[in-house]
C-alpha cells in the first residue's frame, strides 16, 4: 500500500484479528463489519425473538443508521426493553462492542461504505473458497489477483455501457448532471441518493458560514453544515464525506441553494472516478517508486481540477485546450530517461 497503512480496517468479530491490528497496526482504525455480524442474528435470535425477529430487525437497523450516539444509547436501552433482552449474551455483547459497529460511533473514520454492504458476508465466503489447510500464501494472492483483474475488466466494460447510454437523471440539478460525467457508477448512484433526498431538507443560514440543516418534518435537531466559500471547503456534523468519500444531503442542500452547479474539486476523489489512468511501468520498480508513485497522484489530481476549471465555459475550454496542446507536444520532445539505481551508477562509475 505504497507504505501506508490504511486507515481502516474491517473485520468480524475474531479477537484474534482485534489484537493483530491493535499490535501491526496502531494509527489503524479498527471496525467490525455490520455484514458479517447480521449474517449471525438468525441464529442467534430466531428462537428467542420467534414471529418478532423481523420486527427486532428492522428496529436494529434503524438504530445502526442513527446520527447521534446518544439518540442510539437511549433506543437501544428501549429496543432491550421492548423485546424482552436483558441479559441475553448476544445483546449485551454487541451492546460492549458498538464503538466498533454503529455507525454512530463510526462517522468520520473512512469506510468507502463497505461497512453497510448487505453482500458483505459473501466476500468472505469467496476467500473461505479459496482457503484450505494447505493454501499457501503467495497461491491465496494469485487467485485473488486472478479475480480483481476480472473484476477491473467487468468494471470498465460497465463504465463503457453507461458512457454509451444516457444516464437517467433524477433531478435539474447541475450538480447531478456533473456528478454523472465524472464519477463511477456506484458513487454517482449513491451521490443521486443523497441528491434527491437533499429536496425534502429545510436550511437555515445561522451567522457567517454556518448553516442549520433538517427534515422538512421536523422541528427540532438536524446537522450543522459550515461552508468556506474561498476555499470551496464544506464541512457536516454528520461526517457522511468523511466515511463514504460521498457528500451528504445536508451539504448538498446548502450548495444547491448558494447555486452551485458543479461539485467543488476536493469532494470528487480520485478513486471514485470514472478513468483512474496507472502510473507508467517506466516509474514502478525504481528506488524512488513510492516518491514517483506519489507525484503521479498528484498530477493526475491536478490534471481532475484542470478538467472541472475548463468546463465551467467555452473560453476556459478553449484556452485549456490550446495550452495543453502546446504542453503535450513539449513533454513529447524530452528525451526518456530510463530510471537507474544508486547502485548501477555506482558500479558505472
Same mark, same amino acid.
Given at each position: 500500500m505504497n507504505r501506508k497503512a490504511p486507515q481502516t480496517?474491517?473485520?468480524d468479530q475474531n479477537m484474534h484479528l482485534k489484537e493483530a491490528v491493535q499490535k501491526e497496526l496502531p494509527n489503524t482504525k479498527h471496525a467490525l463489519s455490520i455484514g458479517l455480524i447480521a449474517s449471525r442474528f438468525p441464529s442467534w435470535f430466531n428462537a428467542v425473538l420467534g414471529r418478532h425477529y423481523n420486527d427486532w430487525e428492522n428496529e436494529f437497523y434503524r438504530l445502526h443508521n442513527m446520527e447521534s450516539t446518544m439518540d442510539f444509547d437511549l433506543g437501544w436501552s428501549d429496543m432491550v426493553s421492548c423485546y424482552g433482552l436483558h441479559g441475553n449474551r448476544h445483546i449485551a455483547s454487541l451492546f460492549a462492542s458498538r464503538k466498533l459497529w454503529a455507525s454512530p460511533y463510526l462517522r468520520g473514520h473512512f469506510l468507502a461504505g463497505l461497512a453497510a454492504l448487505p453482500g458483505i458476508s459473501k466476500i468472505k465466503d469467496f476467500i473461505q473458497r479459496?482457503?484450505?489447510a494447505q493454501t499457501c500464501l503467495s497461491r491465496l494472492i494469485e487467485q485473488v489477483?486472478?479475480?480483481v483483474d476480472y473484476k477491473d475488466q467487468a468494471g470498465e466494460q460497465q463504465i463503457a455501457q453507461q458512457n454509451s447510454e444516457?444516464?437517467?437523471?433524477k433531478t435539474a440539478a447541475p450538480v447531478e448532471g456533473h456528478a454523472a460525467a465524472v464519477f463511477t457508477p456506484y458513487a454517482f448512484y449513491?451521490?443521486?441518493d443523497e441528491l434527491v433526498e437533499a429536496a425534502h431538507y429545510a436550511y437555515f443560514h445561522l451567522e457567517g458560514n454556518a448553516f442549520l *440543516?433538517?427534515?422538512h418534518t421536523k422541528t427540532d435537531g438536524g446537522c450543522n453544515v459550515t461552508w468556506n466559500q474561498k476555499e470551496e471547503l464544506i464541512s457536516c456534523s454528520c461526517q457522511m464525506f468523511e466515511s463514504s468519500g460521498i457528500l451528504c444531503r445536508h451539504a448538498l442542500r446548502v450548495l444547491t441553494t448558494l447555486n452551485y452547479f458543479q461539485i467543488p474539486d476536493h469532494y470528487l476523489p480520485v478513486r471514485w472516478h470514472r478513468t483512474?489512468?496507472?502510473p507508467s511501468k517506466s516509474l514502478i520498480g525504481g528506488p524512488d517508486h513510492g516518491r514517483s508513485y506519489e507525484r503521479v497522484k498528484a498530477l493526475q489530481s491536478m490534471v481532475s481540477v484542470l478538467v472541472s476549471e475548463a468546463g465551467k465555459s467555452e473560453e476556459r475550454m478553449d484556452l485549456a485546450t490550446q495550452e *495543453?496542446?502546446?504542453l503535450l507536444s513539449r513533454i513529447r520532445q524530452q528525451p526518456v530517461v530510463p530510471n537507474v539505481s544508486g547502485d548501477s551508477v555506482r558500479r558505472q562509475r
Amino acid at each position: 500500500m505504497n507504505r501506508k497503512a490504511p486507515q481502516t480496517v474491517l473485520t468480524d468479530q475474531n479477537m484474534h484479528l482485534k489484537e493483530a491490528v491493535q499490535k501491526e497496526l496502531p494509527n489503524t482504525k479498527h471496525a467490525l463489519s455490520i455484514g458479517l455480524i447480521a449474517s449471525r442474528f438468525p441464529s442467534w435470535f430466531n428462537a428467542v425473538l420467534g414471529r418478532h425477529y423481523n420486527d427486532w430487525e428492522n428496529e436494529f437497523y434503524r438504530l445502526h443508521n442513527m446520527e447521534s450516539t446518544m439518540d442510539f444509547d437511549l433506543g437501544w436501552s428501549d429496543m432491550v426493553s421492548c423485546y424482552g433482552l436483558h441479559g441475553n449474551r448476544h445483546i449485551a455483547s454487541l451492546f460492549a462492542s458498538r464503538k466498533l459497529w454503529a455507525s454512530p460511533y463510526l462517522r468520520g473514520h473512512f469506510l468507502a461504505g463497505l461497512a453497510a454492504l448487505p453482500g458483505i458476508s459473501k466476500i468472505k465466503d469467496f476467500i473461505q473458497r479459496l482457503l484450505s489447510a494447505q493454501t499457501c500464501l503467495s497461491r491465496l494472492i494469485e487467485q485473488v489477483a486472478v479475480v480483481v483483474d476480472y473484476k477491473d475488466q467487468a468494471g470498465e466494460q460497465q463504465i463503457a455501457q453507461q458512457n454509451s447510454e444516457n444516464t437517467i437523471l433524477k433531478t435539474a440539478a447541475p450538480v447531478e448532471g456533473h456528478a454523472a460525467a465524472v464519477f463511477t457508477p456506484y458513487a454517482f448512484y449513491e451521490l443521486q441518493d443523497e441528491l434527491v433526498e437533499a429536496a425534502h431538507y429545510a436550511y437555515f443560514h445561522l451567522e457567517g458560514n454556518a448553516f442549520l *440543516v433538517r427534515h422538512h418534518t421536523k422541528t427540532d435537531g438536524g446537522c450543522n453544515v459550515t461552508w468556506n466559500q474561498k476555499e470551496e471547503l464544506i464541512s457536516c456534523s454528520c461526517q457522511m464525506f468523511e466515511s463514504s468519500g460521498i457528500l451528504c444531503r445536508h451539504a448538498l442542500r446548502v450548495l444547491t441553494t448558494l447555486n452551485y452547479f458543479q461539485i467543488p474539486d476536493h469532494y470528487l476523489p480520485v478513486r471514485w472516478h470514472r478513468t483512474q489512468p496507472q502510473p507508467s511501468k517506466s516509474l514502478i520498480g525504481g528506488p524512488d517508486h513510492g516518491r514517483s508513485y506519489e507525484r503521479v497522484k498528484a498530477l493526475q489530481s491536478m490534471v481532475s481540477v484542470l478538467v472541472s476549471e475548463a468546463g465551467k465555459s467555452e473560453e476556459r475550454m478553449d484556452l485549456a485546450t490550446q495550452e *495543453v496542446s502546446v504542453l503535450l507536444s513539449r513533454i513529447r520532445q524530452q528525451p526518456v530517461v530510463p530510471n537507474v539505481s544508486g547502485d548501477s551508477v555506482r558500479r558505472q562509475r
